[in-house]
């Protein structure tokens, strides 16, 4: 063993660790925000507000038996959650949390994200299939056919980024954009910003999360593919979910918004990115994170917020809608690269045009809310820990 | 795994042609509400046929009547429909009262209706939210249990219990309500007239929502008949047919309101997202009648006499309410000499509803099974007895 691969082993360790630590605590997290939505408190025993529950909730997932159904495949049923914890976990490999923290800097980051993020469809489907239960069948087919499809738009939104960037690597796509909001791929140009709303439906059908959570529709499918799996093995699935969330928050705020490039020129003028000193590496890691769990924040708020579609219909959303339109602004953004070449005045005004317009909607949206707190005579708690 | 055996003992089952599975949804499944149980026969996401199976929530309710005293029924009719306890109170003490020809004291009359329209609004939330929770939206489901938790402290107020009140009696009722109750109902109708706004922004207006249940499980008028359907989802079918209007009892001829029916607001007349839309809108018309009940209640006894040992004159007699989930009418047999009935028999729009399942699910989605079915409305105890 060379001592980059003890490296590399020890990185995997700490990357595994940190991932489960951060989904369960997103699993609190998730619950705590749902309770506030829903007018009730949510777990708030265990540890500072609730905020150690995940352990809890792991040391009872633990005590319970490990039940196989006498029907089941045995040992497919066995491997399927790991399957797809293994497919989730991966993805993070190429994910520049900073221009240092990152397991490997993979050339062929992104398609090694898309290859690897496919690879849970195989989890899934094993495992619905293995449980010998026609609930579980049913979810795991869906599964299969949801994110087989969502591959593609997916994939669509990634290569207009890509085309922006001219390259398939994580860094060089954060070095492509810049700190402030004006250079962030998702205000650059309507078609990035097209492919940014695609890439995050795309990524919330695929991580199953409401309102594409048809895999799993607990009011249809009983529970879909983990329908006969508990204890340990549900556990894997449960991590799987929410450390997938870290996944999507991470991979759209490097896509899209820049990555964990902060504002290093205005504080000093050391203007290559990379090579800051440590305490700016580490200021961009927490921006990095902060965008990622605002995503995080966001998914969570559509799955307490929307209803799930139905299957045809989330097949309809995804073949007559986001393809079409995805191919469309991959064409487009080809064209749009040719005729306005990068940092010229027309491109530099469509990118204020687009950030202003980004912000107006903000302010839009928090005129609403604070209209219908008017209306509905909504007190408003600024305390999140009541 | 339930095999066919299984199946084959409570329900005929055909033979499965081609790709079809057959799939047991229920008697515990999340979306049955209760212990419902459906035989699918799926071809992949389509359900070819369908086989409802009730009877697992039978409590021989009926049967209970025939072996105790007229009044001794009363609590019983509480778990009718545990979810609008007062409505069934109430319509089987006016099968009572007209069969014995017992007189009903006016505030009595004012406090059943009282306690009935409150249970309305409760029912109805529970029948949407629940409706919401089975199309995916969890949090709908919390905020009407919510609004829920209001209606049910008045009605503690009111009754002495937060469900299965067993609040009427025969002519009139328990007990009277305290002197800050009425101002307590005014100020949660303000206050529920707000959340319906809010409601309505957060769901009934939701494009997901709305795709997700028009023009699907349509239900025609003629069908609807042919079903037997009453109530909410008779009025969702374009029928403008309400018993508080039709065959009039307590106070509801003087009351001021309007009969909302499906008129196809977002797809076509009698589809799911009517039969929600009329749920909807009748709340907003109980909380109407209730105002309507606060200002015209008066102060007077809530209870006239009645004989101890009640014996109804030999005969027949039916009553029947517009209870939340449609027609409940008591049919009670008496052969003049006993103290309890001979029969009971109770009409109840769930188990109405219940007859249309097998037709409609015909050719529908796995998914708009569920949310055809959260549509009616149906409660499992109301559908058994």
């Not at chain 2, 409601?199 to 499980?217: A, C, P, Q, Y």
């Amino acid at each position: 063993m060379t001592t980059e691969n003890i490296y590399m082993l020890v990185y995997g360790v700490i990357y595994l660790l940190l991932l489960a630590v951060t989904a369960g605590i997103l699993t609190v997290v998730e619950r705590r925000i749902a309770g506030r939505m829903q007018s009730r408190i949510g777990p708030n025993r265990v540890g500072p507000q609730g905020a150690i529950q995940f352990v809890a909730d792991v040391i009872k997932a633990l005590q319970k038996e490990d039940i196989i159904p006498t029907d089941a495949y045995g040992f497919l049923f066995k491997i399927a959650p790991y399957l797809v914890f293994m497919g989730v976990f991966l993805t993070l490999v190429p994910i520049p949390f900073g221009a240092y923290v990152l397991m490997e800097d993979l050339d062929l980051g992104i398609y090694y994200v898309l290859a690897m993020s496919s690879y849970v469809v195989i989890g899934l489907m094993i495992g619905g299939w293995a449980s010998n239960n026609k609930w579980s069948l049913l979810g795991g087919m869906r599964s299969a056919a949801q994110k087989i499809s969502y591959e593609i738009p997916a994939a669509l939104a990634v290569f207009i980024v890509v085309a922006m960037a001219g390259s398939m690597n994580f860094q060089k796509i954060v070095l492509a954009q810049g700190a402030s909001p004006v250079d962030w791929f998702v205000f650059r140009n309507p078609f990035t910003f097209i492919a940014f709303n695609i890439f995050f439906i795309a990524a919330l059908a695929e991580g199953n999360r409401v309102p594409f959570d048809i895999p799993e529709a607990e009011s249809e499918l009983v529970s879909g593919y983990n329908t006969e799996y508990s204890g340990m093995r549900f556990l894997f699935f449960f991590l799987a979910e929410w450390g997938n969330l870290v996944v999507i928050g991470a991979l759209v705020t490097c896509l899209f918004f820049g990555g964990g490039t902060f504002w290093y020129e205005w504080v000093v003028s050391i203007p290559a990115p990379g090579r800051e000193p440590l305490q700016f590496e580490v200021l961009g890691f927490f921006w990095f994170l902060f965008k990622t769990f605002f995503f995080v924040f966001v998914i969570i708020w559509i799955r307490w917020t929307l209803p799930r579609l139905r299957i045809d219909q989330l097949m309809d959303v995804c073949w007559k809608y986001m393809v079409p339109i995805g191919l469309f602004s991959s064409l487009g953004i080809v064209i749009w690269m040719y005729v306005i070449p990068e940092n010229s005045g027309i491109d530099r005004v469509v990118r204020i045009v687009m950030t202003s317009l980004g912000a107006l909607s903000v302010v839009y949206f928090h005129y609403r809310v604070y209209r219908n707190m008017k209306v509905t005579k909504a007190v408003f708690y600024a305390n999140p820990f009541v | 795994m339930i095999t066919e055996k299984d199946v084959q003992s409570r329900v005929e089952i055909t033979p499965l042609n081609g790709n079809e599975i057959l799939v047991n949804m229920g008697p515990h499944h999340p979306s049955t509400h209760g212990v419902i149980r459906f035989i699918l026969y799926l071809d992949g996401e389509i359900c070819v046929r369908a086989v409802p199976d009730v009877g697992y929530l039978h409590r021989s309710i009926e049967k209970i009547a025939e072996g105790m005293p007229y009044s001794f029924f009363m609590p019983y009719t509480d778990r009718v429909d545990y979810v609008a306890a007062v409505n069934c109170n109430l319509g089987y003490a006016l099968a009572v009262e007209q069969a014995a020809g017992l007189e009903v004291p006016e505030r009595a009359t004012w406090l059943r209706m009282l306690g009935s329209e409150l249970n309305r609004i409760n029912s109805h939330l529970i029948g949407v939210g629940a409706l919401a929770m089975d199309v995916g939206a969890t949090t709908p489901f919390v905020h009407a249990i919510r609004e829920r938790e209001y209606i049910m402290d008045l009605l503690e107020i009111q009754t002495g219990t937060r469900m299965n009140n067993n609040y009427v009696r025969f002519s009139g009722v328990c007990q009277d309500v305290p002197q800050d109750f009425f101002s307590k109902t005014e100020k949660f109708l303000n206050h529920f007239d707000l959340f319906l706004g809010e409601f309505d922004r957060l769901i009934s207006t939701n494009k997901i929502f709305v795709e997700r249940l028009k023009n699907v499980g349509i239900v025609t008028g003629d069908q609807a008949l042919s079903y037997s359907f009453s109530g909410p989802n008779l009025r969702a079918s374009g029928i403008g047919h309400d018993l508080r209007r039709l065959d009039p009892y307590c106070f509801y001829p003087d009351m001021d309101f309007d009969i909302p029916q499906g008129v196809g607001i977002k797809g076509t007349v009698g589809d799911s997202y009517d039969r929600y839309i009329v749920r909807i809108e009748e709340m907003v018309e109980s909380v109407k009648i209730i105002r309507q009940i606060l200002s015209k209640i008066k102060e007077g006894p809530i209870q006239s006499k009645v004989p101890k040992k009640l014996v109804l004159p030999e005969g027949e007699t039916y009553h029947r309410t517009e209870a939340p989930r449609g027609e409940l009418g008591f049919h009670i047999v008496s052969d003049g000499k006993s103290t309890s009935p001979y029969r009971i028999k109770i009409r109840t729009g769930s188990f109405a509803s219940m007859t249309s399942l097998a037709e409609v699910f015909k050719g529908m989605m796995v998914a708009d099974v569920v949310a055809y079915f959260a549509s009616l409305d149906v409660v499992a105890p109301e559908v058994d007895r």
